[in-house]
């Protein structure tokens, strides 16, 4: 599975975005699905996620209340709102079927202040 991540860039703080994370060759049907972030100099973070076989989402404390996970067919969203300049990172999808685990090449998100 590759994944392609998208809709970062450059915005101020209480602003929005929806970032995007596109599969090639196949649907999500029976993956978990999930947003990372990683920030210059820490660790990368867990966002949001969709269970497997569920439409369930659960979120890392950093997102609950701002950020909403969804799925498509082939299409994993993260809505973000209320942005604020400590959300700054490169903001990266993940898709898990068993022992399998693909990375999209992440998207830049900056907030201003």
């Known amino acids: 599975v590759q994944l392609q991540a998208s809709g970062g860039g450059l915005v101020q703080a209480g602003g929005s975005l929806r970032l995007s994370c596109a599969a090639s060759?196949?649907?999500?049907?029976?993956?978990?699905t999930g947003w990372f972030r990683q920030a210059p100099g820490k660790e990368r973070e867990f966002v949001a996620g969709?269970?497997?076989?569920?439409?369930s989402p659960f979120y890392g404390d950093s997102a609950k209340g701002r950020f909403t996970i969804s799925q498509g067919a082939d299409t994993v969203y993260l809505l973000m709102n209320n942005l604020k300049p400590e959300d700054t990172a490169v903001y990266l999808c993940?898709?898990?079927?068993?022992?399998?685990?693909?990375w999209g090449q992440g998207t830049l998100v900056t907030v201003s202040s």
């Open positions: 969709i269970r497997r076989m569920s439409d």
């Open positions: 060759g196949r649907t999500f049907g029976d993956y978990a």
């Open positions: 993940n898709a898990r079927h068993g022992a399998s685990n693909y």
